[in-house]
């Protein structure tokens, strides 16, 4: 069964800090790959996903993550970050033939300070 | 834009009791997924339907727990004998076919 690790559960930062969230997951096979974020309140939203093609995925608000395959890594990035950035990120992979269903990492906790 | 509804938000409710929940994805989407979230982890799969065909299940879903998507619109997942244990946030998502999962606002259980 595929699992999914992130290994940050909590980071603070100020405003402008650059951010790098790990994620690994373990399925030897065919997978796409997600970060979703959830805002103080609200819902999970997509933030990038990758499918297949260029390794280095762009999403919304700033955000890149790099699927690098020999490590098994889906790591989320933003080179400047914001207060409004707080949120709670969860990295999740779906199996090529898992029938879609996701499997979420633990999820990390970010806290941007002003 | 509607996006996927859930209801109740938040239902409290007494050991034993049963409860079920409502999802209603958008529109077009034809797969729909059940996923729980307790304090501090993500979001764990339990189930997904394709249209009305109810085609994964996952061990998580004891048989007090059942789901349904009648005529392959709304779904509702319905939990019998409730358990302390079953205290958690129920969320719903819903996809055309293999795309992104659009993920509700969730479906928050507390069994006293």
């Known amino acids: 069964a595929q699992s999914v690790s992130q290994h940050n559960h909590h980071v603070i930062l100020s405003e402008a800090a650059s951010l790098e969230l790990g994620c690994n997951y373990s399925?030897?096979?065919?997978?796409?790959l997600f970060w979703y974020v959830q805002y103080p309140g609200q819902h999970l939203q997509l933030l990038l996903k990758y499918f297949s093609g260029d390794p280095l995925v762009k999403g919304i608000k700033g955000f890149e993550a790099e699927f690098i395959k020999s490590k098994f890594s889906f790591n989320l990035r933003k080179p400047s970050v914001q207060w409004s950035d707080t949120a709670e990120y969860f990295c999740a992979v779906n199996a090529g033939n898992a029938g879609n269903m996701l499997t979420f990492g633990g999820g990390t906790r970010l806290m941007v300070k002003p | 834009d509607t996006g996927v509804s859930q209801d109740p938000r938040h239902k409290i409710t007494k050991r034993g009791q049963n409860v079920t929940f409502r999802c209603d994805p958008i529109s077009e989407h034809n797969r729909l997924y059940w996923y729980r979230q307790t304090l501090g982890q993500g979001p764990e799969f339990l189930t997904y339907?394709?249209?009305?065909?109810?085609?994964?299940k996952s061990r998580l879903l004891s048989d007090r727990f059942s789901a349904e998507r009648p005529k392959g619109s709304f779904s509702t997942l319905e939990i019998q004998r409730t358990e302390q244990g079953d205290s958690a946030m129920y969320l719903c998502?819903?996809?055309?076919?293999?795309?992104?999962?659009?993920f509700g606002p969730g479906t928050r259980l507390t069994v006293t």
């Open positions: 339907f394709q249209n009305e065909a109810q085609l994964e």
């Open positions: 998502a819903s996809s055309y076919h293999f795309d992104e999962q659009y």
């Open positions: 399925y030897g096979g065919t997978v796409n």
